[in-house]
């Protein structure tokens, strides 16, 4: 049976995104495609979701691909992944994220080159690879490439494991022993991390959950345990918050000079992570396990509203500090703006065969 769950917790955190990154503007700490006055109450907002959100995604891709590997082989699997994954990354590569640095570019320098002009730029100009001075980046497409490429790694040792004699048992796992998993994402969280967003945690992410969370005992024992897992993680974001509040703009500084305190501080920021992802996924599946024409609408539109909603916030936000200075008027039209032309881009690109395609959109 679909899990309406993990669809339902997939689009609303994805909702949750245009606050996420519009707020991103407003950034204390961290630069951004276009940037507002920093705001310590927006910064907070950011601070909560910041460590999990996006790993949460690849704990519910994790799980999915469970069920998708249920109902194809390793070709189709492969082929999927292809249609759905990197020919969207690509199309975004060269169609959606060129405007967000053009858009940053001329911010931040007041470039006057048209478009077209700044298209060659995104192409030649190598950096940090924000893009928030105008050159290459992934933007939030990294998700998506990240993904395509744990998928290809994954395969063929879930097909090992399959072919092989061992038999492991997840469905007695206790709850301690789940929740003490963390370290193995701690440890995995040293590879591959490029501009802290580590390969290594993501893909092991990914693997737990398609080994641990398809277990329907596993979840029951979770949704069984979310208030005591949501206790945890809301009490390790008010100390996260807490010490950003103290320390402000210097706890970077503080964390990133000393390595005895940047190992601290990323065993704490996993462990908050990894429960905040539990107490989700308890959460969801005790009260999000339903399904209606609204539900419906939301889950299928959920991955191209990805694609397109920080493209259209960047540009939004362009335009709108053009003509107020108004932090809250900002706000509501960078949100209210990006959400209405991100729901018309998927209206209109889901028409025709060729955009489709191009977007990895089901017919």
């Known amino acids: 049976m679909r899990k309406h769950f993990l669809d339902n917790l997939r689009w609303i955190f994805i909702l949750l995104l245009f606050p996420f990154h519009t707020f991103r503007i407003y950034d204390v700490f961290e630069n951004f495609y276009i940037k507002g006055s920093g705001n310590i109450i927006l910064t907070n907002f950011i601070i909560f979701f910041g460590p999990w959100i996006m790993a949460l995604f690849f704990v519910i891709a994790g799980i999915s691909a469970f069920y998708s590997l249920k109902k194809r082989n390793s070709k189709e699997f492969l082929k999927e992944r292809l249609l759905r994954l990197f020919i969207p990354f690509i199309s975004g590569l060269i169609i959606l994220i060129p405007i967000q640095t053009f858009f940053a570019e001329k911010f931040h320098f007041s ?3 048209n478009y077209f002009s700044q298209l060659i730029t995104f192409f030649t100009k190598f950096g940090d690879l924000t893009g928030y001075t105008g050159g290459f980046t992934p933007g939030h497409l990294w998700f998506i490439l990240y993904l395509f490429i744990i998928s290809l790694i994954a ?3 879930i097909k090992l494991y399959e072919n092989s004699s061992i038999n492991l048992n997840f469905d007695k796992i206790s709850i301690i022993k789940i929740i003490s998993l963390f370290i193995v994402f701690w440890i995995m969280s040293g590879i591959l991390d490029i501009g802290g967003k580590s390969l290594g945690l ?12 398809s277990s329907d005992k596993i979840l029951e024992n979770i949704e069984k345990y979310r208030w005591h897992l949501s206790t945890i993680f809301l009490a390790c974001s008010i100390i996260n918050l807490m010490m950003y509040s103290y320390w402000g703009s210097g706890i970077l500084h503080m964390i990133y000079s000393d390595w005895t305190l940047k190992i601290l501080f990323s065993f704490f920021i996993v462990f908050l992570s990894w429960t905040a992802i539990l107490s989700f996924v308890g959460m969801g599946k005790k009260y999000l396990s339903f399904h209606n024409k609204w539900t419906e609408y939301f889950t299928k539109a959920s991955y191209p509203i ?5 493209t259209w916030i960047v540009a939004v936000a ?8 108004s932090l809250i008027l900002q706000i509501i039209i960078i949100l209210f703006g990006s959400f209405i032309l991100t729901i018309i881009s998927y209206e209109l690109v889901k028409r025709t065969k060729l955009t489709r395609f191009l977007f990895g959109i089901k017919a």
């Open 202 to 213: 993501f893909f092991s992410l990914f693997i737990v959950a398609y080994f641990i969370f």
């Open 306 to 310: 990805y694609l397109f909603h920080q």
């Open 318 to 325: 362009y335009y709108t500090f053009l003509f107020t200075s």
């Open 111 to 113: 470039v006057t080159e």
């Open 155 to 157: 395969l063929p040792l």
